[in-house]
């Protein structure tokens, strides 16, 4: 077959499906935005998107369809000259998500489109509104978030298939597109991923952290509000107090992935400092930044504890991450979670806005470890027998693209 990906920031998603069908033979190509940086042994093209200046003002509901399909246009364009080489894919797998996938099949109308379908903005029943803390209320949002999902449904319907990670992901999706949609996780290798008991982890100040180790970890891309990291901080000084001998290990960078950064300036991880002040004892709070990989599986085997927290959102592959090796998971009870935690059963779930709730079950989790091993045995045997990258996941991945290279 003749494979090619679409990522603005390859390979994304396709971090283990692309190198495994260029195992396997097929011709694997990819195409990314020229910001990306990454490097990857699958031949790879780029493109230079510029984002177009747009009166906030004047293109309140269409700004982001307006974003979306200038970069759709510039991959398009990108594609002719592929076309003009000669070159025709047998598959597309694009990233919905940027609007890259638009007019591919323009291009190329006797390939096969799939698309990965992350998330379908609503402006009811999802995120927006979920925490009248940090987000504006009212019609107009509704409205604005309505009106971000024109790109993705356009994306959908012109694709011959689609995958989205999660049952609650493809449930945002309209009914009339969410048939379209095939259920499949990205996977998480099981095999890596399992408990080491002599997993060591370095903090920033060169101390060293054991499993066994009263370690509580947080892990987002960026610590910001739709990660529950306002929440989740607010619930630490009680935490803190209680388990004396407490370490809390926080990953994550000061940006803003999903939302927006604080309107007073700096991060959320300035506001949510200067809010608790001494309330929160900073000797025994370490934050990391971001890490690389094979340092985030050392933390993640030295955890405890995990808390994860979301608003109803896209899920994180860290908290999967996190059962599968073996920590007690602690997650909010919004729909994402629970569809993967069962409380009581493989993990503690938790009302997202109970601050003291939250120092109640991390102190609990914390203080008894033998009292939540069966509910960590159950978390990690439920991860392998349905989100395995080897067993599972994977191939599924590898069957959807051959089923639709063969028609």
Known sequence: MKLLFVHQNFPGQFLHLAPEMQRRGHDVRAITDAANTKSSDVPTLRYTYRAPPLDPAATRLGRTFTMMSDRGVVVARLARKLRAEGYVPDVIYGHSGWGETLFLKEVWPEAKLLVFAEFYYRGLGADVGFDPEFQASGFDQVMIAQSRAAYLAQALIHADAAVTPTEWQASTHPPILRERLEVIFDGVDCDRLAPDPAARFALPDGRELRRGDEVLTYVARNLEPYRGFHIFLRALPAVL?????????????????????????????????????????????????????DRLVDLIHVSRVHAYLTYPFVLSWSMVEALAAGAMVVGSATAPVAEVIEDGVTGRLVDFFDVAGWSDALIDALARPEAYLPLREAARAMVRERYDLRSVCLPRQVDLLTRLARG
């Open 241 to 293: 107090k209680a388990r004396p001998e407490a370490r809390v290990v926080i990953v994550g960078g000061n940006e803003a992935s999903y939302g927006q950064l604080p309107k007073q300036g700096g991060s959320w991880k300035d506001v949510l400092l200067e809010e608790l002040g001494d309330r929160l004892d900073l000797s025994r709070v370490h934050f990391t930044g971001k890490l690389p990989y």
